[in-house]
């Protein structure tokens, strides 16, 4: 168990740790706090401008932050593929990458790369990213994907992967998303058995952030937005589980990390609340090849 006491007094050594969806919630609050622990922190955002607001916010805080603000929209291959080449020719290296930015059970449209956006954005992105990261991460580097509860909910249909034949629900096809984050950790362990890099997987438990109230969810969660104070926890809280994946020495590979219990005494590994789906081998390799084949990108494994 990896208690919240020794997370927040550890020491870490000098590492650049990239964090997508950085500007907001989870990821904001991961950036704030690694930041404090002398990282250069380089915060991938969707609008440079929410980036450089979120970044002054961390300076009230944090004294001489080392951290860059990179755009990154995961919603486009291109703007993938500039922002991993800016970050090669940033730095010499990556020791952590958060895959954390996401959207939550929005209604039905499309990525500018013509993918169902949640499925896009969550995963196909984040995979895409990582794949073209890969080479430039370093020995013993840690991916960190960030996947939810709601994969427990999950399920694919490999001939609908995109509900191109119709049956688009939001929350269903966001339970598929991060149900393929989840699959995608196991599906890379396995690639790189004789790697000492390693991925892991997280869930936030529910935390107070952006994710409920955006105008393009479902009404019932931009319903039940105001009143989330009221019983989840704060997005500092809810970024533990990340921060601790990003920097514990005690995880491993494959693990899935989330709050222990409510009151956030600590944090488990909670492989016994992995959807079996994400398990399976046949499933991670349909997974793969349809993730390579939708993105065009390959790992260079
Ligand atoms: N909050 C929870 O209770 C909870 C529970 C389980 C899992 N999670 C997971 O936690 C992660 C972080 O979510 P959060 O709760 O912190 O929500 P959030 O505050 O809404 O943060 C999401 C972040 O993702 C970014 N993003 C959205 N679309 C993007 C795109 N196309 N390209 C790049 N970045 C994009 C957002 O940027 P903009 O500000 O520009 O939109 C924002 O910075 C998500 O993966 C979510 O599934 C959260």
Known sequence: MISIEALRNMEIPAQTIVITGANSGIGFEAAKFLAAKGAHVIMGVRSLVRGDEALALIEEEVEKPHVSVLELDLSSLKSIEAFVATVKKTVDSVDVLINNAGIMAVKEGKTQDGFERQLGINHLGHFALTAQLFDHLSLKARIVNVSSQAHLMGSFDFDNLQYEN????????????????????????????????????????????????????????????????????????????????????????????????????????????????????????????????????????
């Open 166 to 301: 119709g049956g688009y629900k939001p929350f269903k096809a966001y339970a598929q998303s991060k149900l393929a984050n989840i699959t995608f950790t196991h599906a890379l362990n396995d690639k790189l058995k004789d790697k000492s890099i390693q991925a892991i997987t997280v869930h936030p438990g529910v935390a107070k952030t952006g994710l409920f109230g955006r105008k393009d969810g479902v009404f019932a969660f931009r319903l039940f937005s105001p009143l989330m104070g009221l019983f989840a926890q704060p997005a500092s809280l809810g970024a533990l589980p990340t921060i601790a994946a990003a920097i514990h020495p005690s995880v491993t590979a494959n693990e899935f990390l989330g709050p222990k219990e409510k009151g956030h005494k600590g944090y488990l590994t909670q492989n016994d609340r992995i959807n079996p789906k994400a398990l399976d081998k046949k499933t991670q390799a349909a997974l793969w090849q349809a993730s390579e084949t939708l993105t065009g990108v390959t790992f260079p494994l």
